[in-house]
C-alpha cells in the first residue's frame, strides 16, 4: 500500500486542534494537494467549514444537509487543491479518483454549453465522444501532478467510537495504487476523551508545561485512546447482544404465527385447525365457570349466556340437570365434551347451509384477518412492554427474563383471544356470495368492534351478530388521548 500513515497528533484543547488543523489544510492547499477532511457529525463539519472561510479557503462541505451534491462533490475531490469536508459517514463506498472524474466532467460541460441527455438527445450524444476524449486527457495530465504531489491527504478531526469507521475513512485515500497520506487530529476534549475520563492525561500534560497549540506525541495518551475505543466498541457489541436476545423473543413468536398463516396462503384445509380452536374456546369456557367450588356453586347460567353468545347452543342447563340427576350430577369433563359435541354438530349444520366451499372460504378470510389484526395488536404490547421492562432492574429483576415471561403471558393471551374470534365469527358472521365471482363476503371482518376479552350477542333476525364494547388498544372515548386500556378501560 502506497498510503502514509502518520502518527495522531493531540492537543490539549479543541481550540488549539482545530487550529492547527485550519494551518495544515492551508498549507495542503496552497501545495495543491487536494484534501479530504473528516467529521464526526454534521454540526462539526459546518464549524469547520466557517473556519475555513474565515481563513479565505475554497471548499466543499458534504454531509447530511447537502446529500443531492454528493455525486459533484466526489468526483471534484481529488482535483488539484481541492478541499472537501465531509462526516466520517458521507461519501463511504465512493472512490475519489486523482484529478478528477472525466464522465462528470465531460457531462458537467456539455450541460454548461446547453446540451442535455434529456432536452437535446441527438446534439448530447453527437458531441460527446470529443468532450469526453477532451476531459480524459486533462484528468491524465491533472492525476500525474497530482501523484507527484503526494495523492489524497485524509485528514481526521477525531476518533470515532469505532476503529472500523476510523480506518474506513483512511481507506479513501490510497486507492488502486495511488499514493495517499492520512492523519487524525485530537483533542483531550473531544466526546470520545471526555466519556472516558482524560482528567489523568490532562494532569500529566499539564504538570510538563506544554501549550495548548502544541502536540502531544505520548504513548500514554495512545493508549488512553485505544482504550476508550475498546470500551466504547465492547459496549455497543454487548447492546447489539442484548437487542439480539429480546429481538429472538419476538421471532419466536412470529415463526408461530406465521406458521399459522402459511397454511392458509398455501391453500391447505384449514377445518380441522379451525374445530381445534373450536374445542380450546370451549373447553376454556368451561374451564373458568367450572375452576373453583362445587358444582352447586357453579354459575352455569353466566356460562351458558357466554355459550350463547358464542355459538347456538342447543341444550339448556335445566335439561343438563334433569339429565345428570341434578346439578351435584354435572362433570367437568362431561360438560366439556358436551358442550364440544354440540358445538361441532352445531358448525356441521352452518357448513351444510353455506355449502362446503363457501365454508372453506370463510375459514379462511376469517383467520387470515383475526390473525393479522391481533398480530399487530400483540407487536404494539411488545413495543410497550419493552419501552419499560429496564426498570425491573430497580426490583433485583433480569429484565431479560422479565420480558420473555411476559411476553410469553401477553402471547398465549392473545393466542386464546384469536381462537376466540374465530369461533365466534364463523358462526355468527353474515355471509354473502357474489355470484360473478364467486368471492366470498363476511360483513364486519376488516373492522370489528370487539374488545380483547370476546363478547359476541347471538345472530339476530338478519343473521348479523351484533358486538359491544370498546377495543382496549383504541382511544379512549374521554379524550385523554390515551388506550382504552390505559385509562376508563384499565380496570
Given at each position: 500500500?502506497?498510503?502514509?500513515?502518520?502518527?495522531?497528533?493531540?492537543?490539549?484543547?479543541?481550540?488549539?486542534?482545530?487550529?492547527?488543523?485550519?494551518?495544515d489544510?492551508?498549507?495542503?492547499?496552497?501545495?495543491?494537494?487536494?484534501?479530504?477532511?473528516?467529521?464526526?457529525?454534521?454540526?462539526?463539519?459546518?464549524?469547520?467549514?466557517?473556519?475555513?472561510?474565515?481563513?479565505?479557503?475554497?471548499?466543499?462541505?458534504?454531509?447530511?444537509?447537502?446529500h443531492?451534491?454528493?455525486?459533484?462533490?466526489?468526483?471534484?475531490?481529488?482535483?488539484?487543491?481541492?478541499?472537501?469536508v465531509?462526516?466520517?459517514?458521507?461519501?463511504?463506498?465512493?472512490?475519489?479518483?486523482?484529478?478528477?472524474?472525466?464522465?462528470?466532467?465531460?457531462?458537467?460541460?456539455?450541460?454548461?454549453?446547453?446540451?442535455?441527455?434529456?432536452?437535446?438527445?441527438?446534439?448530447?450524444?453527437?458531441?460527446?465522444?470529443?468532450?469526453?476524449?477532451?476531459?480524459?486527457?486533462?484528468?491524465?495530465?491533472?492525476?500525474?501532478?497530482?501523484t507527484?504531489?503526494?495523492?489524497?491527504?485524509?485528514?481526521?478531526?477525531?476518533?470515532h467510537?469505532?476503529?472500523?469507521?476510523?480506518?474506513?475513512?483512511?481507506?479513501?485515500?490510497?486507492?488502486?495504487?495511488?499514493?495517499?497520506?492520512?492523519?487524525?487530529?485530537l483533542?483531550?476534549?473531544?466526546?470520545?476523551?471526555?466519556?472516558?475520563?482524560?482528567?489523568?492525561?490532562?494532569?500529566?500534560?499539564?504538570a510538563?508545561?506544554?501549550?495548548?497549540?502544541?502536540?502531544?506525541?505520548?504513548?500514554?495518551?495512545?493508549?488512553?485512546?485505544?482504550?476508550?475505543?475498546?470500551?466504547?466498541?465492547?459496549?455497543?457489541?454487548?447492546?447489539?447482544?442484548?437487542?439480539?436476545?429480546?429481538?429472538?423473543?419476538?421471532?419466536?413468536?412470529?415463526?408461530?404465527?406465521?406458521?399459522?398463516r402459511?397454511?392458509?396462503?398455501?391453500?391447505?384445509d384449514?377445518?380441522?385447525?379451525?374445530?381445534?380452536?373450536?374445542?380450546?374456546?370451549?373447553?376454556?369456557?368451561?374451564?373458568?365457570?367450572?375452576?373453583?367450588?362445587?358444582?352447586?356453586?357453579?354459575?352455569?347460567?353466566?356460562?351458558?349466556?357466554?355459550?350463547?353468545?358464542?355459538?347456538?347452543?342447543?341444550?339448556?342447563?335445566?335439561?343438563?340437570?334433569?339429565?345428570?340427576?341434578?346439578?351435584?350430577?354435572?362433570?367437568?369433563?362431561?360438560l366439556?365434551?358436551?358442550?364440544?359435541?354440540?358445538a361441532?354438530?352445531a358448525?356441521?349444520?352452518?357448513?351444510?347451509?353455506?355449502?362446503?366451499?363457501?365454508?372453506?372460504?370463510?375459514?379462511?378470510?376469517?383467520?387470515?384477518?383475526?390473525?393479522?389484526?391481533?398480530?399487530?395488536?400483540?407487536?404494539?404490547?411488545?413495543?410497550?412492554?419493552?419501552?419499560?421492562?429496564?426498570?425491573?432492574?430497580?426490583?433485583?429483576?433480569?429484565?431479560?427474563?422479565?420480558?420473555?415471561?411476559?411476553?410469553?403471558?401477553?402471547?398465549?393471551?392473545?393466542?386464546?383471544?384469536?381462537?376466540?374470534?374465530?369461533?365466534?365469527?364463523?358462526?355468527?358472521?353474515?355471509?354473502?356470495?357474489?355470484?360473478?365471482?364467486?368471492?366470498?363476503?363476511?360483513?364486519?371482518?376488516?373492522?370489528?368492534?370487539?374488545?380483547?376479552?370476546?363478547?359476541?350477542?347471538a345472530?339476530?333476525?338478519?343473521?348479523?351478530?351484533?358486538?359491544?364494547?370498546?377495543?382496549?388498544?383504541a382511544?379512549?372515548?374521554?379524550?385523554?388521548?390515551?388506550?382504552?386500556?390505559?385509562?376508563?378501560?384499565e380496570?
Amino acid at each position: 500500500m502506497v498510503r502514509v500513515d502518520q502518527a495522531d497528533l493531540v492537543y490539549k484543547s479543541e481550540i488549539g486542534k482545530f487550529a492547527a488543523v485550519a494551518q495544515d489544510i492551508v498549507d495542503r492547499h496552497r501545495k495543491g494537494q487536494p484534501v479530504l477532511v473528516g467529521t464526526v457529525s454534521v454540526e462539526k463539519s459546518e464549524e469547520l467549514s466557517a473556519v475555513l472561510r474565515k481563513n479565505g479557503i475554497p471548499h466543499e462541505v458534504l454531509n447530511a444537509k447537502h446529500h443531492e451534491r454528493e455525486a459533484s462533490i466526489i468526483a471534484r475531490a481529488g482535483v488539484v487543491g481541492a478541499v472537501t469536508v465531509a462526516t466520517n459517514m458521507a461519501g463511504r463506498g465512493t472512490d475519489i479518483m486523482l484529478g478528477g472524474n472525466p464522465d462528470f466532467m465531460a457531462d458537467f460541460e456539455l450541460q454548461r454549453r446547453g446540451l442535455s441527455p434529456v432536452d437535446t438527445p441527438e446534439e448530447y450524444e453527437a458531441a460527446w465522444p470529443v468532450e469526453i476524449a477532451k476531459q480524459k486527457a486533462a484528468v491524465l495530465k491533472a492525476h500525474e501532478e497530482v501523484t507527484a504531489l503526494g495523492g489524497l491527504y485524509v485528514l481526521g478531526t477525531e476518533r470515532h467510537e469505532s476503529r472500523r469507521i476510523d480506518n474506513q475513512l483512511r481507506g479513501r485515500s490510497g486507492r488502486q495504487g495511488d499514493p495517499g497520506e492520512s492523519r487524525f487530529y485530537l483533542s483531550l476534549q473531544d466526546e470520545l476523551m471526555r466519556r472516558f475520563n482524560s482528567g489523568m492525561v490532562e494532569r500529566f500534560l499539564s504538570a510538563a508545561g506544554l501549550p495548548e497549540d502544541a502536540p502531544i506525541e505520548s504513548k500514554m495518551v495512545s493508549n488512553a485512546i485505544r482504550s476508550a475505543q475498546t470500551q466504547v466498541e465492547a459496549q455497543n457489541f454487548e447492546i447489539r447482544k442484548n437487542v439480539l436476545k429480546y429481538d429472538d423473543v419476538l421471532n419466536r413468536q412470529r415463526q408461530v404465527v406465521y406458521g399459522e398463516r402459511r397454511l392458509v396462503l398455501e391453500g391447505e384445509d384449514i377445518k380441522d385447525q379451525v374445530q381445534t380452536f373450536l374445542q380450546d374456546t370451549l373447553a376454556a369456557y368451561v374451564g373458568a365457570a367450572t375452576a373453583e367450588g362445587f358444582p352447586e356453586d357453579w354459575d352455569l347460567e353466566a356460562l351458558w349466556t357466554a355459550l350463547h353468545a358464542l355459538y347456538p347452543i342447543s341444550f339448556t342447563v335445566a335439561e343438563l340437570e334433569t339429565e345428570l340427576g341434578g346439578r351435584k350430577g354435572i362433570d367437568t369433563d362431561y360438560l366439556t365434551q358436551r358442550v364440544i359435541d354440540d358445538a361441532i354438530a352445531a358448525y356441521a349444520k352452518r357448513e351444510e347451509a353455506l355449502g362446503s366451499e363457501v365454508m372453506r372460504e370463510l375459514e379462511r378470510k376469517v383467520l387470515l384477518s383475526v390473525f393479522d389484526r391481533k398480530w399487530r395488536e400483540h407487536l404494539f404490547e411488545m413495543d410497550y412492554l419493552q419501552e419499560g421492562i429496564g426498570l425491573r432492574a430497580m426490583a433485583q429483576r433480569d429484565p431479560l427474563v422479565e420480558y420473555q415471561r411476559e411476553g410469553y403471558d401477553l402471547f398465549a393471551a392473545m393466542m386464546d383471544a384469536i381462537k376466540e374470534e374465530i369461533a365466534g365469527y364463523l358462526f355468527n358472521v353474515e355471509v354473502t356470495v357474489e355470484e360473478s365471482t364467486k368471492d366470498v363476503k363476511a360483513k364486519g371482518l376488516e373492522t370489528p368492534k370487539t374488545p380483547l376479552g370476546l363478547q359476541y350477542s347471538a345472530a339476530d333476525e338478519s343473521g348479523v351478530a351484533q358486538s359491544s364494547g370498546i377495543s382496549r388498544n383504541a382511544p379512549c372515548p374521554c379524550g385523554s388521548g390515551k388506550k382504552y386500556k390505559r385509562c376508563h378501560g384499565e380496570a
